[in-house]
């Protein structure tokens, strides 16, 4: 069994690239994922010396060299003219650690706010510039050439992507969102859905027609805004009765394996995707279609964020029944997730007996020294 642990870049260049290697090794880690193009956040860490907290806009954690076009990464002005990703894959060039790429690719607000045309934009024609639509042109070259700039610069392992679809099902992705209605689920994934001119061509290319699937969703989200309908139905028993939006939405599904096609093209690492947290049945939501894309991808990673054994192992076993790709499993191992060491334990090893081949620990930087300790735990009787 191999053990991943997801990390940032500034928080290993802090503690030391080296010191902090020998740190992963002796807890079990076989391999960093390392964030390489990430959106904007702010992080706590807890064992920081000098650093408690990292604020960052949408960034590259590497000096770009590709053959981008109208979007680019931008790399983070913290890092400056240095090259984060450099530092870090030569620092463990002598260890045991294989590196791993963990890239996001469509989620990036500050491309979106600069380039608002390439931006998601929902049925009543609001650009969401929080997500690049992968239906753009553009887009899809900026993704293809962001993945292979990174494959062609280190040695990666795996290159593991978020957000290289339609954004989570949703309309809401900024900081300080103010809403007042309960949209649900439906209203949520109503409102997100990509109404731009590239996703409106591809939906008339296949014979749909847009402006109906366009109208109704304004007409069911005024509805529950207005309270005449309730926000609970399910968001698949919604479109059963709205067969214009529902052939709209599985257009997306094709769209998105163009996409990856092109990057399996561009790759030779294994190329991996994340799965919605404990709902992989979710992923058409945003656009992917997990056996569709089990073609061009080596791995899909099933993000199971949860408590216990059964809801992580039901989850892994869910993907599994999706795809004939590989599935690996993406822990929390801490707050609010999992509280003690007894539960990553038995946690690891449900996924050791539901033959689960690869564990990834979230996240490095982010968890208390105790839970390392976990991690050593977890790790050590299936090392």
Known sequence: MKFAIWAYPWSLVDEGVEQAARRLERIGIDEITLATNYHAVQTYHPRQ???????ARASAYFQPDGEYGRL???????????????EIA???????????????????????????????ENPFGDRLVFGL??????????LTALVADLDARTPFERIELEQFDYFYGTGFGWHHQKIHVGLGDLGEFLFGLCFCDACRANAADAGIDVEQARLQCIETLDAIAAGELVSDIGVAAWLVHHPSVRSYVEIRCETLAEVFADLRRKVDADLGYYLPNLAPTDAWKYGADPDRLATTLDHHVALAYGSNRTEITDCVRTAQSLTDT????GVLAGHPAIENRATLVDIVDGLANAGVKRVS???????????????????EPHR
């Open 72 to 86: 680019e990464p931008v790399p983070n002005e913290r890092m400056g003219e240095d090259d984060w990703l450099a």
């Open 49 to 55: 010396p000098g650093r408690s907290t990292f604020f």
């Open 90 to 120: 030569d620092g463990i060039a002598d260890t045991s650690l294989a590196l791993n790429s963990w890239t996001v690719g469509c989620h990036n607000s500050r491309l979106g706010m600069a380039n608002r045309d390439f931006a998601l």
């Open 326 to 329: 590989p599935v690996h499993a």
């Open 133 to 142: 639509c992968p239906s753009k042109p553009a887009v899809h070259r900026y």
């Open 361 to 379: 620990f979230y996240n490095d930087g982010l968890l208390p020294e105790r839970n390392l300790d976990w991690i050593e735990a977890a790790t």
